[in-house]
């Protein structure tokens, strides 16, 4: 597959979630997006369309929702299963960001509310020789292939903030391709590619085959929730 395509179901859905995340972040998200929300009337001056949008309420009925059933659910710690060690490591810190068990199934969660789908990734960190979990928003999923129900490849979008040549802060968008190899193992090619609207072509940074016990995988450690 093309490191720059989008699945099909992709483009079907990408404006759903727009407006799935519009609506969560409430009236201010309306009114900034006014020309999609709230068009003007053709009878309509500039001082008749600003008091329109001033007098316009927007309920916050689908965040505060979300925050409740949030609240419930997480009411409760998460069970733990499996070795003493896993377990350790999931009550301390699961994520890069050092969120524990807890804060990461809450985030997987109120994203499933949002939109209904997103994606966890499963890796392993050189420098601390621990292992972690990535969250992919929906939005950052942007193609996939499947072989009889099994995942072979999957192109995940990752967004930062690095340094340029002149010490200057600038936005940087990578694609991680993560697929199945000739050989039958689990391999990743991380992608430079361009922002919106830039001009950068496609560079190839790093490429690998992760390892589990000095093993190299066989599967995809990548799900959709």
């Known amino acids: ?48 369309y600003k008091s329109y949008l001033k007098r316009t309420v927007y309920y916050p009925i689908l965040s505060n929702t979300i925050s409740g059933r949030l609240g419930q659910i997480m009411r409760k710690s998460p069970i733990l299963k499996g070795s003493s060690r896993g377990q350790g490591w999931m009550t301390e810190k699961v994520t890069k960001d050092h969120k524990d068990i807890g804060a990461f199934v809450g985030k997987v969660l109120e994203e499933l509310m949002k939109v209904g789908r997103v994606g966890i990734l499963a890796d392993f960190d ?68 361009p922002v919106i609207g830039g001009t950068s072509k496609v560079e190839l940074m790093a490429t690998y085959r992760p390892l589990q016990f000095g093993n190299a995988l066989r599967e995809i450690p990548f799900v959709f929730v």
């Open 1 to 48: 597959m093309k490191i720059d395509s989008y699945h099909p179901e992709y483009g079907l859905n990408v404006l759903l979630w727009e407006l799935c995340r519009d609506c969560y972040l409430g009236e201010h998200q309306v009114k900034h997006k006014a020309d999609t929300y709230l068009p003007r009337l053709s009878s309509q001056n500039d001082e008749g």
């Open 126 to 193: 050189e420098k601390t020789q621990n292992p972690y979990f990535s969250i992919y928003n929906a939005e950052s999923i942007i193609n996939w292939l499947e072989d009889d129900g099994i995942l072979s490849e999957v192109h995940l979008v990752e967004e930062s903030y690095v340094l340029d040549s002149v010490q200057e802060v600038k936005p940087e968008r990578r694609v991680r391709r993560c697929y199945i190899d000739d050989e039958g193992f689990y391999s990743v090619d991380v992608y430079r590619v």
